[in-house]
């Protein structure tokens, strides 16, 4: 079983061409994708639905798609008629399985007066595979600018890792009537889960132990039972190797696939393809 996560840059590669085709070349036969940075209707990139657009480059997957940017780019017509559509920024989830239900979790926010800005997203799916069970996934994309707005996204997306099992499906309840059941169960939500996407941070910023736990300087990482590992350091690598994306200090690992211990622990190998082009970061692969 295969997991990839890759924040595709709307598809604009390192030769500055747009090519979704491309990344779903250097995405290949993954059982269960994370992708950040998919557009919907935005003029720069063509005016296209990508994940739309994604979802037919792998037809055998199903898929599911939430915005963090929401913004009106509907189409008049001269007698009035309106064409609604969204223009989106967001991540998006594709899986061999089916995603039982979704939920996209909109994060804490800065309004910053300088630095852009953007509402950034968790998308969940719960997936029922064949290997590991029930899981949730999330696909993540934490904010750029402000390291104390990390903190704060970071806070709660371990409120809804600890939380959610207790919370539900997003129908429970052993009287909820034929209305909510007629179409299938209700969809349980599992304590296996994994955060993957870009989180903007290394493993030297301080944010960093708010996932991975602190560092003790005789037994190392302090992982607890309710919390997530680092799943590239469970596979035997290096915290500091496997950069993922450019930055104006040289390469940094900003992306990541942080997992509940019971999960981390099923992994067999992590790595980072350093080769594709498709994108300004590159895609990480988890092999169970």
């Known amino acids: 079983m295969i997991i990839c996560s890759y924040n595709i840059q709307y598809g604009t590669g390192k030769d500055g061409k747009i090519d979704l085709a491309r990344i779903a070349q250097e995405i290949g036969d993954a059982d269960i994708v994370a992708l950040q940075e998919v557009e919907r209707f935005f003029s720069t990139t063509g005016l296209i639905d990508q994940a739309a657009e994604l979802g037919a ?126 179409d299938g169960p209700l969809i349980d939500m599992p304590r296996a889960a994994m955060f993957l996407g870009d989180f903007n941070l290394t493993p030297q910023d301080s944010e960093y132990e708010l996932l991975a736990g602190p560092s003790d300087p005789k037994y190392g990482r302090i992982v607890r039972m309710d919390g997530l590992a680092d799943v590239w350091t469970t596979c035997g690598n290096d915290e500091n190797a496997g950069p993922t994306c450019g930055s104006e200090n040289g390469p940094v690992r900003i992306d990541y696939g942080f997992m509940t211990p019971d999960l981390a622990g099923q992994a067999k190998r992590m790595w980072v393809d350093t080769d594709a082009q498709g994108s300004d970061h590159q895609p990480i692969f988890i092999e169970f």
Not at 79 to 105: A, E, W, Y
Not at 154 to 180: C, D, F, M, Y
């Open 57 to 182: 480059l792998f037809p055998k997957h199903f898929w599911v798609y939430g915005g963090g940017v929401n913004l009106d780019a509907s189409l008049v017509a001269d007698d009035g008629t309106v064409t609604n559509r969204r223009r989106q920024f967001g991540n998006m989830l594709l899986s061999k399985s089916p995603i039982l239900s979704s939920r996209n979790h909109l994060l804490p926010k800065f309004g910053l007066v300088d630095q852009l800005a953007l509402q950034r997203s968790a998308l969940e799916g719960v997936i029922k595979t064949e290997l590991l069970g029930d899981i949730r996934v999330h696909s993540v994309h934490l904010g750029h600018a402000s390291a104390l707005e990390r903190r704060v996204q970071i806070g709660t997306l371990n409120r809804i890792l600890r939380e959610s099992p207790g919370q539900g499906g997003g129908v429970s309840g052993r009287q909820a009537a034929k209305h909510w059941t007629a």
